[in-house]
């Protein structure tokens, strides 16, 4: 019997077995993982290439020799590429390659040992079965949306052909990643293999019993599972789909518009004829300045500071256990996510009803957590100790302080409990806006007090602000991040100042909000123009729901720290709703909106009357302007006083924390895209007109006079 024939480039191994005339690719790039570029698409052509040459083949699987299939686009190359012929060219040549594929003549399967994600997942698709392997850490799926662009290697239109219009939109738009089982329900994959050695075995039998499949798509005629194209039915599927994305982001993003149109002009088309609109219509994105803000602040930044890029490193922390204090809404939060991590954790409180609070928040999140079993249930229940009493805490390793937002309690606390600490403990406050540094004039060791500022709801929210008061030591910070690593948390790390970064930014926007209202801006209009600006949450929504009064209560504490400036139209309508009308927040009922059973309704009519008048200047343009620039300005005054020390976690915090427009890539991205000379124009007017607030720090003059950006590429 003959020898197995094999053949190696860059990018595949490749071998073929005469025996069964099944020829294997494996993708295994230098590197941990499989991307597409320039080495992938050669090395994949050549080997098809000699595949297709050798002699009795009846078959090919594609596989992968590294923990993923194929992770997808090469994002430097998709990046840094401006040039529409170029980019056109790029990803023309590898359809053209995935179209050889499933056009060679013998079945091809795709062993998909590893996650198939984006263009990865796309070369599954463009062979004729796939089996995946029944592993918790296999995914398929296609995220380009989330990066401002749509799959381009024939996404938009072999999975509609393959699974149907409404699945194949559902994936496209929410980037949505399926784990194996999942994938197979919804016709995603074929097949799944338990190892995978059956997996091969699986691939070769489904090869011997295919000999002659073509795709559905060159078959006489296409059958679509689903509603037919072109049919009443189907044109429903993609009005829902508009209106769906229209909603949920007003229209700002324009990749998923794309994505259905795409879908929709190419799904009635012959298969080659579809493939040149969606190329046109990636091409049109990849190249677009939307897609490289939002590659450079979600991809780049957010890895970077995922790990921990410029920052400390210990590779000991030290922190077993935690005691939170206070059993609030952000200290039941703490409590369950440190116990997720392996933590002791002691919830303490000095209200019994508190802790009853905090317990029964912990046990809803417990239930929440499907997959775990009841032993693990009961180790995470019997991790959390709720007390009422000091002494349990004699030795933790970190205390997270999360009493009420009040300058004289927390010295209090920390004076009573700091001596509980173990040798080498560390204390953390997690203030929304108390500089660390007078905070920490009540510690014993400020080298080992640090600010960890979460937002709420902790177990869902993605950041964690670090603070470094004027003492904090560089260990503290190291170990402080390692624990940030192990809640899993997206950290950004700044320097003190009242509001540090992200509550500076967001009273801002919330506070023009009310600002607004004083003036007589119609509140509908309001909460339209920014979600036109592409703010995740508009303003009055989102007062409503971090309370009016705790607004109020942080205008008092900020007039200590900044003075006068925070008295305005706004502040004193919100006094007038919330002590006058006794509308306070959406957990009560009344605020900006009205709310029936716990749910809004409608803005508040009686907002009209609080009104100073009616401004001469309004419109959604011009509201959004406000909005946006209210909080580019406060930025730039964090990067002018040195509060942000990285500018990426200026980008990172707001998109992460406050949901800063991502479509804009964040504050330093917008106003770089606008351009900074433009931008002191802008808001030297809306300080003219709208209040000294707008005012630009000197910093931002000189990088506009010098025609620099914030974030040089
Ligand atoms: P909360 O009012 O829900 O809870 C505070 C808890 O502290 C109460 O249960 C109270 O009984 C307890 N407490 C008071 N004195 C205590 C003491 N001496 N020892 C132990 N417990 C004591 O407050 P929330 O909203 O959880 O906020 C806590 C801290 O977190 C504040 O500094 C706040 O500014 C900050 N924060 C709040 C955010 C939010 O969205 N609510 C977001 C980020 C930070």
């Not at 020799?65 to 992770?71: I, Q, S, V």
């Not at 794309?258 to 009635?268: D, F, H, L, P, V």
């Not at 309001?526 to 942080?554: C, H, N, S, Y």
Request: with cysteine; proline share 5%; glycine share 10%.
């Amino acid at each position: 019997m003959s020898e197995t024939q094999t053949h190696q480039n860059a990018a595949v191994k490749a071998s073929f077995d005469p025996a069964n005339g099944v020829a294997t690719l494996t993708l295994a790039m230098p590197g941990k993982v499989n991307v597409l570029n320039d080495v992938f698409g050669h090395g994949l052509k050549e080997a098809l290439d000699w595949a297709k040459g050798r002699e009795g083949l009846r078959g090919i699987i594609i596989g992968s020799a590294h923990k993923d299939f194929c992770a997808g686009a090469d994002i430097d190359g998709l990046y840094a590429e401006r040039d529409a012929a170029r980019m056109h060219k790029v990803v023309t040549e590898l359809c053209a390659l995935y179209r050889e594929i499933e056009t060679s003549g013998v079945p091809v399967v795709a062993a998909l040992t590893g996650s198939a994600l984006g263009g990865g997942y796309e070369l599954a698709l463009s062979c004729h079965h796939r089996i995946a392997l029944n592993d918790a850490r296999v995914k398929v799926g296609l995220p380009e949306v989330q990066l401002g662009v749509i799959p381009g290697a024939g996404g938009t239109q072999r999975l509609p052909r393959i699974v149907g219009i409404q699945p194949a939109l559902e994936m496209i738009l929410q980037g949505q990643e399926l784990r194996a089982p999942k994938a197979l329900k919804g016709g995603f994959v074929d097949a799944l293999a338990e190892s995978p050695e059956a997996l091969h075995q699986a691939a070769v039998k489904w090869i011997h019993e295919n000999p002659k499949v073509k795709q559905p798509w060159d078959e006489k005629k296409l059958r679509i599972p689903g509603p037919r194209p072109g049919s009443p039915d189907a044109r429903n599927i993609f009005m829902g789909a508009c209106a769906m994305i229209a909603k949920r982001t007003a229209g700002v993003f324009t990749a998923p518009k794309r994505a259905i149109s795409a879908m929709q002009e190419g799904i009635s088309l012959k298969f080659d004829e579809a493939m040149k609109i969606e190329n046109r219509y990636f091409v049109e994105l990849a190249i677009s300045d939307q897609a490289k803000d939002m590659i450079r602040t979600l991809w780049y930044y957010r890895n970077a500071a995922l790990k921990h890029e410029g920052l400390p490193k210990t590779d000991d922390a030290g922190l077993a256990s935690v005691a939170i204090l206070g059993a609030g809404m952000m200290g039941a939060g703490l409590a369950f996510v440190c116990a997720q991590a392996g933590m002791k954790v002691f919830l303490k409180d000095i209200k019994q009803e508190a802790l009853d609070a905090g317990v029964a928040h912990f046990e809803a999140e417990l239930a929440k957590k499907r997959h775990l079993d009841d032993a693990a249930k009961k180790a995470l229940r019997d991790r959390m100790v709720p007390t009422l009493a000091l002494e349990d805490l004699e030795g933790v390793d970190l205390v997270i302080e999360a009493v009420f937002e009040d300058l004289d309690l927390k010295h209090r606390v920390t004076k009573e409990t700091e001596p509980r600490l173990s040798a080498n403990g560390i204390w953390a406050s997690n203030t929304s806006a108390i500089p660390i540094t007078d905070l920490a004039a009540a510690s014993a060791h400020a080298d080992r007090f640090i600010g960890l500022h979460f937002f709420s709801p902790v177990e869902k929210m993605p950041l964690l602000e670090i603070i470094k008061g004027k003492e904090t030591s560089e260990e503290t910070l190291a170990r402080s991040l390692a624990f940030c690593r192990a809640i899993k948390k997206l950290p950004i790390v700044v320097n003190d100042g009242y509001g540090f970064y992200t509550t500076r930014v967001f009273s801002a926007y919330i506070l023009e909000g009310a600002q607004l209202v004083a003036e007589g801006h119609d509140p509908v209009l309001i909460e339209w123009a920014a979600r036109q600006a592409g703010m995740v949450v508009p303003p009055l929504q989102v007062f409503d729901e971090v309370t009016l009064t705790l607004g109020l209560k942080a205008m008092k504490q900020g007039r200590k720290y900044l003075g006068e400036v925070v008295d305005n139209a706004g502040t004193a309508l919100l006094d007038k709703i919330v002590n006058a009308h006794k509308r306070p927040s959406k957990a009560e009922g009344a605020g900006f909106y009205e709310y029936e059973g716990g749910r809004r309704k409608r803005l508040w009519p009686g907002l009209a009357e609080l009104a100073q008048g009616k401004p001469e200047l309004t419109g959604v343009e011009y509201i959004a302007d406000r909005l946006l620039f209210a909080q580019c300005v406060q930025a730039a005054h964090c990067v002018a006083d040195g509060i942000i020390e990285q500018r990426r976690d200026a980008e990172v915090g707001a998109i992460f924390g406050i949901g800063f427009a991502p479509n804009t890539g964040g504050p330093l991205s917008y106003m770089d895209r606008m351009g900074l000379d433009r931008v002191v124009e802008k808001l030297d007017a809306l300080a003219k007109e709208a209040g000294a607030r707008y005012t630009p720090p000197a910093q931002l003059r000189e990088l506009a006079e010098a025609g620099r950006k914030y974030l040089e590429d």
